[in-house]
């Protein structure tokens, strides 16, 4: 757990919903400090003397009548609580209220309107609203000294607020994007009802990533530096504090797209940033030639990274007569957010993407992490990265996986597949700037499938591959949707591809959502 929780005037005690980033994110943009903490973290800090400005509940999967966990502390802190669905229930409970199992018809979508002599907090005015509800138990006997200013259509209890003290509690998720005027009811209770200010700004994210920086003092970095948006953010704002003590290594494994070769020479030419490019392209393939199986190849890139960075870096030190203490990643929020079990008060596991693609270095190496965006999300990284004056086209370049083309073509990898990826995405990414696409869409490649189709090309016949165009929406690629885009842009690629990429002789455009599909292929 952080120290930075100490700073931050929001507390959202997570007691397992699946929304409760979003709390987090959305209390952000509304300009407030706010972090994800546990139950149990909680409690030890609430007995060490201290507390935020305000407590947000987060709903979770738990029924208050059958766990009986006591969270009293939060209640009796003085703070401003403001409960979501559990945390609403905790708080009737605790305050002596009921409450009990819902009907199936209060799950899910769901209107509320204000109750007698109350209209619908914050958006001033408006008397019925559509809102999101994940919760069967609800508040069936309201607390003494609370009243009901929300109810549902079926007349349940859909808010409740004290009559003096600063909490409220809420039936519905404001947080999610179901629910209308959620920001501004979460505003409310932060400006109206807790009285805070705005705390949490560009300047405000960049001063303290810059601070987790200058921790390390005068000492030699190494950065596993790759081109996107989080290494090179994180990159630019160490440099800002380590100068030349800053090393960046970036790995040419031989599976990537003609952009990122265009781009990691415009990072070499137009920032001031130390990047040393380690040509492994041989090391890559010589290992990876001829591998199908997904999970193979996966690990093998990995494995292959680890092995090549170390041993580069090992040369250079020796070299250079130097020793790196440190590795600077890009790390972000989500990816190190203690996960949290309510149920389990020792659970607090860290959470780390099974594809973290640098994750075995620092053992390996004996370097300290050094993660400046640990607390941020990637919207919030590339508010910095702005602020930092990087340019647009870079900030909000496309995510590009580690293992880059090598799960994109899907089965037996050889020099001749991945060059047709190469050109087929190289042709998706001309036109998809040329019809000023490239930004409404959240990442857009292209997969080369394993079977071989009959076409005609001239007047021959032709018996070659698929290329499958893969375009998604997404905000942060746990789910995502396929992109509906023009057809004549769909058009367009075909046509090139299948002229332009020898060995293809069909496109097809994939449209599955994530659930269940996945983003890439492999
Ligand atoms: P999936 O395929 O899991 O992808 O839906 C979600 C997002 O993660 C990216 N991705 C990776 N990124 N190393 C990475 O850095 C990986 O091994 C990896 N695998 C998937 C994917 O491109 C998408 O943006």
Redesign the pocket.
């Known amino acids: 757990m952080s120290k930075t929780i100490l700073s931050r005037q929001i507390w959202i005690v997570d007691f397992g919903s699946q929304y409760t980033q979003l709390i987090t994110r959305k209390t952000r943009e509304l300009g407030f400090s706010s972090e994800i903490i546990t139950p149990k973290r909680t409690s030890e800090l609430l007995k060490e003397g201290h507390k935020p400005k305000a407590f947000v509940l987060s709903g979770g999967p738990s029924s208050v009548s059958l766990d009986g966990k006591d969270y009293s502390d939060i209640f009796e802190s003085g703070c401003p609580v403001l409960g979501i669905c559990y945390g609403m229930q905790l708080m009737a409970r605790h305050f002596g209220g009921s409450v009990e199992k819902g009907v199936q018809g209060e799950y899910g979508h769901a209107q509320v309107h204000g109750a007698e002599g109350f209209k619908v907090p914050g958006i001033g005015g408006g008397t019925e609203i559509n809102v999101w509800m994940s919760h069967f138990d609800h508040v069936a006997t309201v607390p003494d000294d609370f009243n009901v200013i929300l109810k549902s259509q079926n007349q349940l209890n859909a808010a409740i607020k004290h009559n003096t003290k600063p909490l409220v509690g809420l039936q519905f998720h404001p947080e999610v994007e179901h629910t209308e005027h959620g920001k501004e009811i979460l505003n409310y209770f932060y400006v109206e009802v807790s009285h805070l200010r705005q705390d949490w700004s560009s300047l405000e994210m960049l001063n303290e990533a810059k601070n987790l920086v200058k921790e390390v003092g005068d000492t030699k970095v190494l950065c596993a530096f790759s081109g996107g948006v989080d290494s090179l953010v994180a990159a630019t704002l160490a440099h800002d504090i380590l100068g030349d003590n800053l090393y960046c290594f970036f790995v040419d494994n031989g599976l990537l797209r003609p952009q990122d070769y265009t781009h990691i020479r415009t990072l070499v030419e137009s920032t001031n940033l130390n990047i040393e490019i380690i040509d492994a392209r041989k090391e890559f393939l010589g290992k990876l030639v001829g591998l199908g199986d997904p999970e193979d190849k ?1 690990k093998k890139i990995g494995n292959t990274f680890i092995e090549t960075f170390e041993q580069k870096v090992h040369e250079f030190e020796e070299n250079q007569g130097i020793t790196f203490t440190h590795l600077l990643q890009g790390t972000l929020y989500p990816d190190v957010i203690e996960s949290i079990s309510p149920h389990n008060d020792n659970g607090m596991s860290v959470t780390i993407k099974s ?1 973290h ?1 640098v994750g075995g270095l620092p053992e390996r190496m004996k370097l300290k992490l050094l993660e400046p965006l640990r607390y941020l999300f990637k919207d919030e990284v590339r508010k910095l990265g702005e602020e930092l004056n990087l340019k647009h086209e870079w900030v909000y370049r496309h ?1 590009f ?3 880059g083309i090598g799960i994109r073509v899907l089965g037996s990898l050889s020099e001749p597949a991945i060059e047709k990826v190469q050109k087929s995405d190289q042709i998706l990414f001309e036109e998809l700037h040329a019809q000023h696409l490239y930004e409404s869409i959240w ?1 857009a490649f292209t997969v080369l499938l394993p079977v071989n189709t009959v076409g005609v090309k001239g007047d021959a016949r032709a018996y070659e591959q698929v290329i499958c165009l893969r375009l998604v929406n997404s905000t942060d ?1 746990m789910t995502a949707t396929w992109s509906d885009v023009p057809r004549e842009f769909l058009t367009k690629v075909s046509n090139r591809i299948t002229n332009e990429v020898a060995g293809v002789t069909r496109v097809v455009y994939d449209i599955t959502s ?1 659930p269940p599909g ?3 292929w492999e």
């Open positions: 996966r594809h693609n995510p996986p580690g293992p990442q690629g994530k996945t983003i890439e």
